[in-house]
């Protein structure tokens, strides 16, 4: 058992998974922040919030996951090395189009929710309460997130 009482294996499994979602987070984050100052076009004012509201969130969520990781006793990932090897999403450059933009942003959702969906059954194996009920507060909020974006993507 480790110093919060699970399972010591479980709680390495767990932060391994753990630290891909971190990964993909901080690609998810350089990507938006850079949605956010490059976007162009007619919805350049409402665009430009909204990217720096989804940018904002992602790096509070990756604070939440590293200090999760930390919290079930393991080390999360650190460097752009690490999370450029680790993640599924790649950096984008040069995107000024805010439909285009905004697809990307759904796109990672695709990526970073099936993550979420997997951490969220190991920590229901390893009965891990606390990363459960984080990946389950972060799914209920992304696919409201894909419904609104993907709403706006078809006007």
């Known amino acids: 058992m480790n110093h919060i009482g699970l399972d010591t294996k479980g ?3 767990i932060s391994q998974k753990l630290n891909d979602l971190l990964a993909n987070y ?4 350089i990507n938006t922040r850079g949605f956010h100052w490059n976007i ?6 409402e665009l430009h919030l909204k990217f720096e509201e989804i940018y904002n ?3 509070i969520k990756i604070d939440e996951i590293a200090e999760r990781i930390l919290t079930l006793g393991n080390v999360p990932l650190h460097t752009f090395e ?3 090897s680790y993640s599924s999403i790649k950096p984008k450059r040069g995107i000024a189009n805010g439909k285009d933009a905004l697809q990307l942003v759904v796109e990672a959702y695709g990526t970073i929710i099936p993550l979420e ?3 969220l059954k190991l920590s229901e194996e390893y009965d891990d309460e606390g ?3 984080l990946m389950s507060d972060y799914i209920r909020e992304q696919e409201k997130n894909i419904w609104m974006y993907t ?5």
């Not at 901080?26 to 984050?29: D, E, K, R, V």
């Open 82 to 84: 690490d999370y450029l």
């Open 151 to 155: 709403s706006f993507l078809k006007s």
């Open 117 to 119: 969906r997997e951490l």
């Open 40 to 45: 162009k076009g007619d919805k350049f004012f």
């Open 131 to 133: 990363t459960n009920a």
């Open 11 to 13: 709680a390495g499994e």
């Open 26 to 29: 901080q690609l998810f984050y």
């Open 57 to 59: 969130d992602a790096q």
